[in-house]
Structures are given as C-alpha cells and as structure tokens.
C-alpha cells in the first residue's frame, strides 16, 4: 500500500471539506478500497473515514420511500424488519453480497459511490429509479452512473442516503461467478410507480437498463415474455468467465428467473 | 502521519500510534502479539483472519486499523474463560476433530460465534451457506460443519 493520511470526519460538512482540501477519497467499509490500495490500483493521498458520522446510518420508512443511510452497513438491510416489509428484495439482494464477513463491513453508499460494473446495489438504484441524496443535491438514479467506476459525484460531494420509492412488485436474480461470488450477469425487475424497470449488471461495463426488457414486461409481466426478449450483445463484456453472447443469454435467463421470484 | 487510536481488544483497552496503512490484522498480531489470528490469502478470501468487531465477524486483513477507533476487537486470544477452559465452540472443534492443519480453524470458530449469535438454531444447510466467507485448505468442511452444529447446542445450554 502507498502511504497516505487519514481523516476521522466528525460531521458530513468536516468530511465535505477534508475532501475539497485534499482531494482525497472518502473511506466508507472499505472493502473494495483497502484491497484495491493494498494491491496499488488506488493510491489516494488522503482518506476521510466516513465512520464516525452517525446521521448516515440507519434505516428509515419516509411516506411511500425507504430511505438507507449511505453508511448503512449490508449486514444491516438484510436484517432490516424496515426493509423487509417495504422491499424485500433489498433484504435478498443485500444477503447476497460477498460473504458474510464483507456484508457486516461494506455500505451501500461505498458501493455505489464506486460503482463496480459487478457490484449489486447499482442494479437495485437503478431499477427501482431511486434517488442518491448527497451533501449537495439529489441526484436520479438515471443521472447517477456514468460507466465504469465513474459516478455523477462531483469532487467533495458525499452520499449521504439513498431514497428508494416503495415499488409494487420487485425481485433481483444474480448468476455469481462461482469464485468471486460477483455477479457475472445480475438483473432488478421492478413495476414501481413510473412503469416497469429492468437494469442490469455484471454484463457490461456499467449498470444500464434493457428497454426491450422493460417494453416486453409491461405488455405481459410474465417469466416467458422476459425469457423471449433477445438481448443484444454489441456492448456487453466477453472475458474468461463467459462471451458477450453467454451474458446476453443470461440477462433474459436472469430477468425471467427475478420476474418469477416477485408476488 | 501517524494517527492515534482507542479501541479493544479482547476486554483491555489499547491506545496505540500507527501508520495509518496499518491493517486490523497487522495492529494484532505484529504490535500486539496476537498471533492466533492467521493470514492465510491477505486478499479477503480464505476467511483466516476473522475477528469480531462489535460482535460481527470481520475480515482483519481487509480493513485498517484505522476504522477501528472506539471498536470492541474480540480475538481468538479472547474467547476462553479467564481460568482456561474452552469456549464452547472451541471445544466442539476439538471434539468434533474439526481441524487438521489449524491454519483455518481460529478464523472458523469465530465466523461460527457470529453465525450462531444471529441463527442459534441453523440448519446444516444454514451453517454451510454462512460460513462461505471461510475456506479450509485440508477440505475438513464436514467435520468443521459438525463441530459448528456442536458448539451450537452447546452454546444454547
Ligand atoms: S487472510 Fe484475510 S481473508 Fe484471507
Ligand atoms: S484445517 Fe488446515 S486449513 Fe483448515
């Protein structure tokens, strides 16, 4: 690991202005960001833990929205009685990040700020179309990621919770890479309040939603119709685990096996 | 610079001045000669460095020292009883034959003190899904899975 200074940010404004002066990074569970210092793809001068900063955990039912802290450790969703009344797919979809060691370190807010093109979360943000509420503004889930580990988040800004509206129906599906447990192809199908959404990860280089997907599940919110939609391959990822033409498969493979899991 | 931290470990408190690139797992068996917690892959993998952190099990080589200010550090160091009888898990480890090497096993007893703090009752299936976080190199999965069921009863009682 390079060397680096750290920052215990007492309040989100101390932690805002650490960043702003050092142009560090923000420290969440750190379970993809020590490993990747360890290993030298991340060499920040300064690191601003976000730990100590108690308005950012917790979970909360806000009207018709379920509002995460960003802070809000997985380990933590998954036991969440908030959760499971509201979005019980966050609950399962949050059971299966990493192991449990990682689930009891990592955050939502961690994961989506870095916006791994085979994280979850970004999956669940964007086909629930919830907002990133951060130290400056709110930002739409379909603002939000911009490819692969780049997000909409200005230089200081912090995530400070994520705002996901109640849906009616809504189910994750995640064929994991038998290694890494990543998701080699995972897809959120929800029918919210502004129509049906499908997005995807794990299949190309950022989260995005398949509109054939959604068009089809309007029509008939059925397994068959998500399974009969052909999903072009031109964008996906093909690398050791599987071709871009396998991850096109598994995305309506994925879709019509989350479409079965809602009631 | 060096930060300065509070935390515990094992029911004591430790002040220490570190280089903030210190890991968990560094802090505990290099400055504080807690070598009963092993680094098997320090890439969070294997599962051998597990420690609980405020009662949750943790991967020690994957987070900083530094994240651990105001935390409660139970080692493997910190689970028998002060007159040296086993922890209950422990003892089921042995009694079951639950390791050969024991180079998983101080990581294996305490994911399994968090599995059956949250699931007393869980089911074979329950404990071999939970501990996927933790891998044994001499495959001893059965009787480990064994002991887990053991040290569960016992730690009921
Ligand atoms: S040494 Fe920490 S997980 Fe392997
Ligand atoms: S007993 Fe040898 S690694 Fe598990």
Redesign the pocket.
């Known amino acids: 690991m390079y060397a680096f200074e750290l920052h215990h940010a007492k309040s989100v404004a101390d932690a805002s202005a650490a960043l702003s002066r050092t142009g560090g990074k923000a420290l969440a569970g750190g379970q993809s960001l020590v490993a990747a210092m360890k290993l030298r793809l991340a060499q920040p001068g300064h690191l601003v833990d976000l730990s100590g900063i108690p308005e950012l955990k917790g979970i909360r039912r806000e009207g018709d929205h379920l509002v995460i802290g960003a802070m809000t450790r997985h380990a933590d969703v998954v036991s969440s009685e908030a959760v499971k009344g509201a979005i019980p797919a966050l609950a399962a979809l949050a059971e299966g990040i990493g192991d449990r ?1 990682v689930r009891n370190m990592g955050t939502i807010g961690g994961s989506i700020a870095n916006n791994d093109p085979a994280a979850d979360w970004p999956a669940a943000v964007l086909g629930l179309g919830a907002t990133v509420v951060t130290s400056k503004r709110k930002i739409a889930a379909d603002e939000f990621f911009k490819g692969m580990f780049e997000t909409a988040l200005a230089e200081g800004e912090i995530i400070t919770a994520v705002s996901f509206p109640v849906p009616k129906k809504a189910a994750y599906a995640k064929f994991p890479n038998p290694a890494s447990r990543f998701a080699l192809v995972g897809v959120f199908v929800a029918q919210t309040g502004a129509g049906t959404r499908v997005a995807v990860t794990g299949a190309a280089s950022s989260v995005f939603r398949s509109k054939a997907h959604e068009d089809a599940l309007a029509k008939d919110w059925s397994a068959a119709a998500a399974k009969a939609v052909r999903t072009p391959d031109a964008n996906l990822n093909s690398d050791l685990h599987g071709t871009a033409a396998y991850r096109a498969h598994l995305v309506s493979v994925m879709a019509s096996r989350a479409v079965g899991a809602t009631h | 610079m060096a930060v300065t931290l509070s935390l515990s470990v094992n029911g004591k408190p430790v002040h220490a001045t570190v280089d903030p690139r210190t890991l968990l ?1 560094e802090l505990l068996r290099n400055h504080l000669g807690l070598t009963g917690t ?13 420690v609980l952190v405020d009662d949750r099990a943790v ?4 987070v900083l020292a530094a994240q651990m200010e105001g935390a409660k550090v139970v080692t493997i160091e910190g689970i028998a009883a002060a007159d040296g009888t086993l922890h209950p898990m422990q003892a089921a480890f042995k009694e079951c034959h639950g390791l050969q090497c024991g180079f998983c096993t101080t ?1 294996m007893v305490m994911s399994a003190i968090d599995l059956v703090n949250r699931h007393p009752k869980a089911s074979e299936a329950k404990i071999r899904e939970e501990l996927e ?1 933790n891998l044994c190199r001499c495959t001893g999965y059965h009787n480990i899975v064994k002991a887990v069921q053991h040290g569960a009863a016992a730690m009921g009682k």
């Open positions: 060691q | 797992v092993h680094v098997g892959c320090d890439t969070a993998q294997c599962g051998a460095c597990t991967k020690a080589c994957n990581g976080g």
